[in-house]
Nanobody, 118 residues
Framework: QVQLVESGGGLVQAGGSLRLSCAAS????????MGWFRQAPGKQRELVAR?????NYKDSVKGRFTISRDNAKNTVYLQMNSLKPQDTAVYYC??????????????WGQGTQVTVSS
């Protein structure tokens, strides 16, 4: 099994910054990609940023958010700057993993709340 544990959410004023972290552990052979999604109340979960063979960002966060990975630690980070109230959501970590039992699966973290006040 694979577990993803997120940290770093919280309450911040508009214009502020937060850094999210997500560490993957368990039966991991290699990680194909890691990313961050978010879900605001009453809305569908959406991709924010993804780091795999390429790096992709949601248009509305380009230039403000930066995704990075520490492959040695199986950890992904999301540095969020110039936060806006519309960034308020539960942020979920996601990983596409090759396990030691020779299976491939997509795993999710439990989510961390990010609230941006105006």
């Amino acid at each position: 099994q694979v577990q993803l544990v997120e940290s770093g959410g919280g309450l911040v004023q508009a214009g502020g910054s937060l850094r999210l972290s997500c560490a993957a552990s368990g039966s991991i052979s290699s990680i194909n990609a890691m990313g961050w999604f978010r879900q605001a109340p009453g809305k569908q979960r959406e991709l924010v940023a993804r780091s795999g063979g390429t790096t992709n960002y949601k248009d509305s966060v380009k230039g403000r958010f930066t995704i990075s990975r520490d492959n040695a630690k199986n950890t992904v980070y999301l540095q969020m700057n110039s936060l806006k109230p519309q960034d308020t959501a539960v942020y979920y970590c996601n990983a596409d993993v090759n396990t030691r039992s020779l299976t491939r699966g997509v795993y999710w973290g439990q989510g961390t709340q990010v609230t941006v006040s105006s």
